[in-house]
């Protein structure tokens, strides 16, 4: 009598997770970061953590937006499709800026 001993193949999958958004906060009338970086696609987002209400805008060709009023306690994601720097500003307090550099 002989014995077979039998190997199924073993299938493995790699299930790669959606990039966790990059997250920019508004109080006291700064962004909480000067500088971020993000990837094609990844979500930047938004939140306005301040007590007053803010405009967060980009007028960059290729890079522009313009998120009108953000209520305290509002939020809004933005994602881009290609390469490039630059800067995003609150039309109502032009002293907030922050540099978004957008990488492959």
Wanted: aromatic letters at 8%.
């Amino acid at each position: 009598m002989s014995a077979r001993l039998l190997f199924a193949p073993l299938a493995v999958a790699l299930i790669v997770a959606p990039l966790a958004p990059v997250v920019v906060g508004q109080k006291g009338k700064k962004f909480s970061q000067s500088e971020v970086t993000v990837k094609v696609g990844e979500k930047l987002v938004f939140n306005n953590d301040d007590d007053v209400t803010h405009n967060v805008f980009s007028a960059a060709p290729g890079f522009a937006f313009n998120v009108v009023a953000m209520k305290p306690g509002a939020n809004h994601e933005v994602a881009f499709t290609k390469t490039g720097s630059f800067d995003v500003r609150c039309a109502f307090h032009p002293a907030m800026k922050v540099k978004v550099t957008v990488t492959k």
